[in-house]
């Protein structure tokens, strides 16, 4: 009766067990052949970040969540593939892509209450990584199971391998141990020492509990096991694996170099980017080359920052920001964190306040170096409000020899942006003092009131209607409406001609020149260099620059007088390549006198230059004769209240426009733009025209003062806004400008027609 018993508790168990195999049979039968492509893993392309470089080849900016290198298996050093074997997968190269003797093992251990372990091959987790969730479920794990076995099918064990060392997430944004080894050690992958080489073998099992950095306790534990492993499995000696356990640890953040100088040129082509490719260009390693050129854009930069630094400081603004050390829990390690992420600009180095005792107080800056300061006025100084110096405030400190004190960024911000006259290609651009401290590219986003920089463009109108250069106009005051436009000087010279009138930028005459041809007419033209409608005012202020316009958009209005009347638009993206090196995209600008649109005559240009040039010689901008040019043409501009000044000048080659203001606008005092943005404009073009030929600017065909029927009525007399006649004048009196009065409501003009017009 037992024995028939034992038999049928024999039976019943091989019934359940080929009852068992025969449902695996059928779920792998059913699951199998539903099982995804392996495509992802046999064209395996990492997800790499977009990496934005000068033409010259200087990396000036990366962008992308994942950080990873990618290398070849043969790339990763012995001792590191070893210690990951050792860690993750100690038969790897002896399964089918499923350890069952590591299954088994595991699951002994987690019924008898001994070792909780895992039993995820290298395999398996390659598999998960790329198809699978982390849910625990079994149908996640049969599917992971039968992932393994049709990976290990398709694939040699070094390809998985090489996936695994490439795709693994280990902590700090890092993927790949390539990566890692950057992130934790600075150091290449193939530098790793056996016991670096080990700690990071233990980070793929927990990313964040095995953190070296964060949790360099448990990443230790970790690493002994995995140095046990790799002894027992013959892998090192006893005495490799003493000296590796004695080591010191040296942690090293790896900051890639970036060309500081460039920042601003890297955001406008990501930004380009962004619009054309979408989140790919985070993911697919674009390597993009820009238009600007490293020397160029450090000598941009030194300039504007120079010009900023040396304006005077209206007193110390306070803290940059305020962190509250109490709510830290390794407050040296916090801080640490915090301050690898800023940056030392012009000699001013972020620190933050950690202590303030009598008449000093501490500050730590990046790396753990600390300094001791006398106390700062800004100390609980209830002026500065929120601002006011305390434990916690993170200010900047420069260093005076040895001895270290507080300082500041300049408040007042400027741009400066260069490009060639022929194509648009921009050589530099400078969008402010620090892009660290602000993003703002005021360059291309700074909307701006132009001021006399403008007023060119009014005068190729008239140059349009059959005006002259020597035209004579009434250079006296008058009043329209209620609005009395004024000189800045408050002299009037009477009857002037053209070319005078806009060297030594007189304001009544541009006003008087607009009245004339009419506002919409002045509106609807200056659009065509590529002002938008809603940017200028339908009002006669607008010849006085009351409009608005970003430095960018008026490089871009000047280049057209430079190169003959043809319109060019700014770029910075130049060449796209994939992660293998493949041509992607290039651009194709249009060229003027090839495919570029002709949007004034190019006499119109050429009379614009010449008149321009005397602007130089003997206008508001005679210091640029310092650079000993005869091919220098340019304006100045300064607008009400000097809330805004500039200068705008060229060659035949290269244009340039400088812009100086307060981001939130207001009076900058008794300033001009030959004053403060004309020395950085030539600071800029003396480097960025040293070699280049003196040549001048070619004349067009035909004569160039042909007599053209103005369509401005001709009157002498004084009285009369529109009083023009044609008379040969020169002047060479040098005066400075300053644009007064173009926000009077009473100067709205919508159509200033009048009887003696066209």
């Known amino acids: 009766m037992i024995k028939n018993f034992i038999y049928t508790i024999l039976g019943l168990f091989l019934g359940l067990f080929l009852f068992a195999v025969g449902l695996v049979t059928v779920a792998v039968l059913v699951t199998y052949p539903k099982l995804p492509e392996l ?51 100690k038969r790897f190269y002896e399964h089918w892509g499923v350890d069952v ?18 039993a995820s091959t290298i395999t398996q987790q390659v598999a998960r990584n790329f198809y699978l969730t982390n849910e625990q479920t079994i149908t996640r794990k049969f599917n992971e199971a039968l992932l393994a076995y049709k990976i290990e099918r398709t694939l040699t064990k070094d390809q998985i391998l090489e996936l695994y060392f490439n795709q693994i997430y280990l902590g700090q944004r890092a993927y790949g141990f390539a990566a890692a080894s950057k992130i934790y050690f600075n150091k290449n992958v193939q530098d790793l020492t056996l016991a670096e080489a080990t700690i990071l073998a233990g980070l793929p099992k927990a990313p964040s509990a095995f953190n070296p950095i964060v949790n360099p306790t448990r990443a230790r534990v970790r690493q002994e096991y995995i140095l046990n492993n790799m002894l027992d499995l013959n892998m090192i000696t006893p005495a490799q694996r003493q000296e590796a356990w004695n080591a010191e640890l040296i942690y090293e953040r790896h900051r890639m170099q970036i060309n500081q100088d460039a920042l601003y040129v890297a955001e406008m082509a990501r930004q380009y980017l962004y619009e054309k490719y979408g989140e790919d260009i985070y993911t ?25 630094r040396n304006f005077p400081s209206k007193g110390y603004r306070g803290a940059e920001a305020q962190l ?57 100084n209830k002026h500065l409000g929120n601002n006011a110096l305390k434990v916690g405030s993170v200010i900047r400190v420069a260093y005076d020899g040895n001895r270290p004190y507080v300082t500041q960024q300049p408040e007042i911000q400027g741009a400066l942006v260069s490009m060639d006259t022929e194509t648009g290609a921009i050589r530099a651009m400078v969008g402010g003092y620090d892009f660290h401290s602000k993003a703002f590219n005021r360059a291309t986003q700074s909307i701006r009131q132009p001021g006399s920089t403008f007023k060119p463009f009014v005068y190729s109108a008239a140059l349009s209607k059959g005006l002259r250069a020597d035209t ?55 659009q065509r260099f590529g002002f938008r409608p809603e940017q200028v005012p339908q009002s006669l202020s607008l010849a006085l620059g009351s409009g608005s316009a970003t430095p960018l958009q008026m490089a871009e209005g000047y280049a057209t007088f430079a190169n003959g009347g043809y319109k060019v638009t700014g770029y910075v993206v130049d060449k796209i390549y994939d992660t293998k090196g493949n041509l992607r ?33 003997s206008g508001t901008a005679t210091r640029a004769n310092a650079l000993g040019r005869r091919d220098l043409a340019g304006k100045t501009g300064t607008t009400n209240d000097a809330k805004d000044v500039w200068f705008v000048g060229y060659n035949p080659k290269i244009v340039t426009a400088v812009y100086m203001g307060y981001d939130t606008p207001r009076s900058m005092g008794r ?71 173009v926000n009077d409501d009473n100067s709205n003009d919508k159509d200033d027609k009048t009887d003696s017009l066209f």
């Open 671 to 741: 300033v001009f733009g030959g004053t403060l943005a004309l020395p950085i404009w030539m600071d800029y073009m003396r480097f960025a025209l040293k070699g280049m030929p003196d040549k001048g600017f070619p004349a067009p065909k035909g004569n160039v003062q042909q007599n053209i029927k103005p369509q401005i009525t001709v009157d002498n007399s004084t009285d009369n806004p529109n009083a023009v006649r044609q008379a040969p004048a020169r002047t060479t009196q040098n005066e400075e400008e300053n644009d007064g009065q």
């Open 472 to 526: 004579l106009v009434n250079d006296a005051p008058f009043t329209y409406r209620g609005w009395s436009p004024k000189n800045s000087d408050g002299y009037y010279a009477g009857m002037i001609p053209l070319r005078t009138a806009l060297m030594k930028s007189k304001n009544v005459v541009s006003v008087r020149l607009a009245h004339a041809m009419g506002v919409s007419y002045v509106h609807r033209y200056v």
């Open 585 to 617: 995209a290039e651009m194709q600008p249009m060229v003027a006198r090839q495919n570029a649109q002709q949007i004034i005559e190019p006499r119109n240009a050429y009379v614009m230059t010449s008149m321009l040039q005397d602007v130089i010689r």
């Open 39 to 89: 495509d992802a893993v046999k064209y395996y392309q990492p997800k790499e970040p977009l990496t934005i470089y000068s033409s010259d080849g200087v990396i000036i900016g990366t962008y992308g969540d994942e950080r990873r290198e990618f290398r070849n298996i043969n790339e990763f050093p012995q001792n590191l593939k070893n210690a990951v074997l050792a860690a993750e997968d």
């Open 324 to 380: 509250d050390l109490s709510k830290m829990e390794d407050v040296e390690l916090e801080l640490e964190q915090y301050l690898s992420n800023t940056y030392t600009v012009t000699g001013m180095i972020p620190a933050v306040i950690t202590e303030i005792k009598g008449n000093s107080m501490e500050v730590l800056f990046q790396g753990g170096k600390k300094a001791t300061l006398p106390k700062h006025a800004g100390v609980n």
């Open 284 to 308: 697919q390693g674009f390597k993009v080359y820009t238009t600007v050129s490293i020397e160029h854009q450090k000598v941009a930069t030194a300039a504007l920052r120079k010009a900023l």
């Open 101 to 118: 003797i590591g299954v088994a093992r595991a699951i002994i251990g987690n019924l008898t209450g001994g070792v909780r372990s895992g």
